[in-house]
């Protein structure tokens, strides 16, 4: 596969708010069709970034480069980029279509031309017909779509999206999604999403900037955000990561050799210590999802390798059992998800039980 050309290129930026340092060093490219998002805690500087790529917040020092032209001094009105808001800014005293064709009413367009287009937009976002609704008796959900329209019938290279979802229900929200992705790839320009939901971006995204404190942590694609994240932080960010103590007594050649508590001596691959060399204060440990554990049940043979636990806690979902175990060695719990299969009992707290494991499945922490 060919790797796609870069859309966005963001060079050593700095973004001070008189003292305050919001954006630390980020250099990240973006290419040309991809669905990129940024994801981060509140207060990250999510929303600067976006807006530094948008025009409506100037750096203080670095380059924004959009299609290989640096954007110093470029206004927002004269970058090829359109914003859609987390609050739907729509005009209310206006048609849907007025509001869709908006932007476009100083453009020239004959009035066939502009309501061919109106309908275009509108159809790619599900509202076909509406053209005629008013505005404001629109629900969430629906004002959303408008807003979309309404930026995409602009036609930019760059549709930059802050938190577009956030004030949709949850069933909403998840309907929009997939919109959004269908939408995506129909139109095939460059989405940058922001979101603090770790599990928005990893269904929308083809790759995903994990912030921190003005600084991106992790640029990767979704399975490796989750299977390799680099840190700690990250690792506790995106989905639930348990920890184990773990000492390292050699590397090279690509290999890691550490004891861990619960799981003894093994060798890891230098791959799986993606968070590189530098070691940290808290000593090491090596993670592991709850979903890479299993418990065997009577007469089950482990495909790799095997240990005994005392099962503590028991949480059913259904679908799905948690149970928190105690690893025979450890002083600490660790939780294992388990799919729950019809015809098998939900173990109770206290059993002991054997616990398939696989060393493929360990990351390892400094
Ligand atoms: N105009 C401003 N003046 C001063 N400080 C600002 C300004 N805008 C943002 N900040 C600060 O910069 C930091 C980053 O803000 P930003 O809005 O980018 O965060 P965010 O990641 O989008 O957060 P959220 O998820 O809450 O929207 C915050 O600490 C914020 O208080
Ligand atoms: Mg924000």
Redesign the pocket.
Known sequence: MTEKPTMIAFQDVHKY??D?H?LRGITATIRAGEFFSLL??????????LRTIAGFEGISSGAVMIDERNMAGVPANQRPTNMVFQSYAIFPHLTVGENVGFGLRRAGLSKPELATRVGEALEMVGLKGYGDRAAHALSGGQRQRVALARALILKPKVLLL??PLSALDKKMREQMQVELIRLQRQVGITFIL?T?DQEEALVMSDRIAV?FE?EITQLADPETLYRRPNSRKVANFIGTMNFLPAMILAEGAGKIEVEAKGFGKLTLDAEQAPGGGQASAEGAAIGFRPETLTILFDGQTASDRETMAVIEEVVYFGDMTYYDVKLDGCDAPVRISMRNVFGRPVLDIGTRTRVAWSPGALVLFR
Do not use: I, N, Q
Request: aromatic share 10%; hydrophobic share 20%.
């Open positions: 708010y008189g305050y919001a981060g805690p509140s207060g990250c500087g999510k929303t600067t970034l802050d938190e922001v603090h912030m003005g």
